[in-house]
């Protein structure tokens, strides 16, 4: 998680929503890295998790991520929680809780729609309080340069 947690560094000083996602194999190894590049591309899907998905699945030559794990910031959406279940990602960890649009725990719960064909383990409140506290200092921010701009 503290490599998702850089890559969200790395989205706040990009002026984007400060959101990371990590991608490791079965084997342990990182296959992808990614963090939030809406603003950047102008793209709406471009969240963390779909770019590391996107960077998995070409460095496995698969869009199958079997055995795989993802690691994110702050719980996924509804989007990425579908794109998630899409690639057959074995577990997501994450740190924060989205109560606006989580879609493993809070708002919603992607994993308990039945007769789905994949099943997935979601654990959250990993440096929880690290993430919480990166997206809110960046919105603090933000809030402040629309005040003063």
Not at 90 to 118: C, E, M, W
Request: charged fraction near 25%; charge should be positive; aromatic fraction near 6%.
């Amino acid at each position: 998680m503290s490599v998702a947690l850089a890559a969200a560094h790395n989205a706040f000083r990009a002026g984007e929503v400060p959101i990371g996602a990590v991608i490791v194999s079965g084997e342990n190894k990182i296959l992808a890295v990614a963090h939030n590049r809406r603003e950047t591309d102008k793209d709406p899907v471009a969240h963390s998790e779909i770019l590391a998905i996107r960077q998995a699945a070409k460095v496995l030559g698969d869009w199958r991520l079997y055995g795989c794990r993802i690691y994110v910031t702050l719980e996924p959406c509804p989007m990425c929680a579908g794109a998630i279940l899409q690639a057959r990602i074995k577990t997501v960890y994450y740190g924060a809780r989205d109560p606006k649009a989580g879609a493993f725990d809070s708002l919603i719960d992607l994993r308990r729609i039945s007769g789905y064909n994949h099943h997935l383990e979601a654990i959250g409140g990993i440096m929880a309080k690290e993430s919480s506290a990166l997206i809110r200092r960046f919105f603090k921010q933000l809030r402040m340069m629309r005040r003063d701009g």
